[in-house]
């Protein structure tokens, strides 16, 4: 792989190993792009505290280690400053102001919930609800409507076990939507590693008839994943099986 863009660290409290330790292994394994793009805190008006995420406190630390190791290691790899985020617009303007000084290179979108993490369902847990499945794509289309993001992180996320029918339906629409926007839809490396839902065989079906563009995101949760040479394998031969077009490095 040339670039991965989704990389998170131990700070999101479900992941392990220090920031160097990612640098290298990405070094190791010829990646020449590494963005980092650990889950974007909240700051929640009830004074939850997430136990999935880096909390506010910590945000500025993630930007000074990386920018630091940036220095370091500019000889040998270009990294990134990111962030994984959710889009919920009722906690929108706090995050703002949180992020406004920080010097950001990206954000991408992973729809991980509809509504503060406390207050909302895991968009992963299997439902067969058509209302839920229409909020996550429209949802998803006013994320991408505001510019922010650079592309979906594991769009298929979202686990509808209804009608394929009433999936296609919805899917198909956002997937019509991105194309248009020229956004890319990601092929989730450890979701195909570890057979997850996602990367989904209907979903993917889709993305071929709407003819989107794709990135694959490693989705890494520890150094090591970095050189998952079987995983990158997995995706690619499921880019070859629905002959996806993948993109370039959109931040080369």
Excluded at 32 to 39: A, E, K, M, P, V
Excluded at 66 to 82: N, S, V
Excluded at 95 to 110: K, S, V
Excluded at 197 to 214: E, M, W
């Amino acid at each position: 792989m040339y670039a991965n863009y989704h990389t998170h660290t131990a700070r999101c409290q479900h992941a392990s190993g220090q920031d160097r330790e990612y640098i290298e292994a990405a070094i190791e394994a010829g990646i020449q792009i590494l963005g980092f793009s650990d889950h974007c805190p909240w700051i929640f008006p009830d004074g939850y505290i997430s136990s999935i995420r880096m909390a506010p406190t910590e945000v500025e630390n993630y930007v000074f280690s990386l920018e630091t190791l940036r220095k370091e290691y500019e000889k040998d790899i270009q990294l990134l400053i990111g962030l994984e985020a959710e889009y919920l617009p009722s906690l929108m303007e706090a995050q703002e102001q949180l992020l406004e000084d920080l010097p950001l290179d990206y954000m991408i979108l992973g729809q991980h919930f509809l509504d503060a993490e406390n207050k909302s369902t895991f968009t992963g847990t299997p439902g067969n609800d058509e209302s839920t499945l229409k909020t996550y794509v429209d949802m998803v289309i006013e994320a991408i409507e505001t510019g922010k993001y650079l592309y979906v992180a594991h769009p298929d996320l979202i686990h509808y076990t209804g009608s394929d029918a009433i999936y296609e339906k919805h899917m198909l629409r956002l997937c019509q939507y991105l194309k248009s926007k020229n956004v890319p839809l990601e092929i989730n490396m450890l979701g195909a590693f570890q057979g997850r839902h996602y990367p989904s065989d209907k979903f993917l079906r889709i993305v071929q008839k709407a003819g989107n563009t794709c990135i694959i995101g490693i989705d890494a949760h520890a150094p090591e994943q970095l050189l998952n040479k079987e995983g990158e394998i997995i995706c690619k031969k499921i880019t070859d099986q629905y002959q996806l077009t993948l993109c370039e490095p959109p931040l080369a």
